[in-house]
């Protein structure tokens, strides 16, 4: 599969049993596995963090293309993975589209990885 | 970079504050990107859920082959990668090698993405 027909399923669609609870089903699997490859890469992350943390919560290409030595068009093309893997939505105003995190995947995601009480005894790190 | 040259950085290497408090650095991202990238593919996720889920909270190859439909040398090769980005680790009795979960490591990723309180205001899921 090649990185531009990148399938991704939104975030929204997974539950938040942590996976540590039950064994993962292979459809909820998959699922939780596509929107892992959208953070897979160095550059969405950072995409995704510069977003999430800006004051106003919210950026557009313009903003971000100034912290990133990256082209307009490449940012761009990882945002719209990011768009697609539920993690940012967008909206346009005037010429530019303003991206923002949706904190609810993030919680999400989260959740599923959460160790709960009691699994970290007896287990060495 | 072939699948079987996957690099991966141990996750014990990273900070855990939340990608949404600051951005991210881009050692950093490089090092998270690297541990997303061994929880992208759906068969390591199940393995590691089948890991974390069981009463004594390990397994071996043996018991992962039950419940998957992949050859034991298939398993193998996807914990090493999950060993490799520090998710689990092993130890050799007799003529098999137990996993574990790394419960810092899930708890550290989970940290990472988590949204702090007031962040989810005023935002569209």
Redesign the interface.
């Known amino acids: 599969m090649s990185k531009s027909k990148l399938v991704v399923t939104p975030v929204?669609a997974c539950s938040a049993a942590p996976?540590?609870?039950?064994?993962?089903t292979?459809p909820h699997?998959?699922e939780?596995?596509?929107v892992?490859?959208a953070?897979?890469?160095?550059?969405?992350?950072?995409l995704?963090?510069?977003i999430?943390?800006r004051e106003s919560?919210e950026a557009c290409v313009c903003d971000l293309s100034v912290?990133i030595e990256l082209t307009q068009p490449t940012i761009s093309h990882h945002l719209k993975v990011l768009r697609e893997a539920g993690l940012i939505?967008s909206e346009r105003r005037a010429s530019w589209v303003y991206y923002?995190?949706?904190?609810?995947?993030?919680?999400r995601?989260?959740?599923v990885?959460?160790?709960e009480s009691g699994?970290?005894q007896?287990?060495?790190?």
Chains 1, 2 share one sequence.
């Not at 953070?39 to 950072?46: N, T």
């Not at 007896?122 to 790190?125: A, E, L, S």
């Open positions: 929204q996976l540590v609870r039950e064994p993962l292979e699997a998959t939780l596995a596509s892992f490859k953070l897979s890469d160095p550059v969405r992350l950072r995704l963090s510069a999430a943390s919560q912290g939505n923002r995190v949706v904190p609810a995947a993030l919680q995601l989260s959740e990885l959460l160790v699994t970290t007896g287990v060495n790190t």
